[in-house]
């Protein structure tokens, strides 16, 4: 037991160590000459136009995050349709409840008007 945690404590340390000397180390040994031109947006070697912050509605947003919610819904109904029929009848009862609050969720993102697109 006492190997086990001290081969996770190593893992742990090591994978930190890493990660911290990842990202510092660059700063060192990278050559930092910046100007005016690096500080410029680049677009295909084409002058930047108008700003570079654009406005988005926040339905395109909103839509998005909709899509997730159920693109999520699809990946916790996969391994359940895989093994219901050793879960039986109680497998059952919960998938349902579970389709059922994002059945709810659907209707009630429908009627607010969140799924039109335009």
């Known amino acids: ?3 086990a945690i ?3 404590t190593g893992f742990l340390m090591i994978g930190a160590l890493l990660g911290f000397a990842l990202v510092t180390l660059p700063r060192f040994m990278a050559p930092s000459r910046p100007g005016e031109l690096k500080s410029v947006t680049y677009e295909c070697g084409e002058r930047p136009i ?3 912050w654009v406005k988005f509605r926040v339905a395109y947003y909103v ?3 909709a899509f997730v919610v159920f693109d999520v819904e ?3 109904l996969y391994p359940w349709a895989v ?3 050793q879960l039986g009848i109680y497998g059952l009862v919960q998938m349902a409840i579970f389709i059922g609050i994002l059945v709810l ?3 009630y993102a429908w009627r607010k008007g969140v799924l039109k697109w335009v």
Request: aromatic share 20%.
């Open 63 to 65: 839509f998005a995050l």
């Open 1 to 3: 037991m006492f190997d």
């Open 6 to 8: 001290l081969i996770f």
């Open 74 to 76: 699809a990946v916790f």
């Open 83 to 85: 093994i219901i029929r």
């Open 50 to 52: 108008g700003e570079p």
């Open 105 to 107: 969720g659907l209707a």
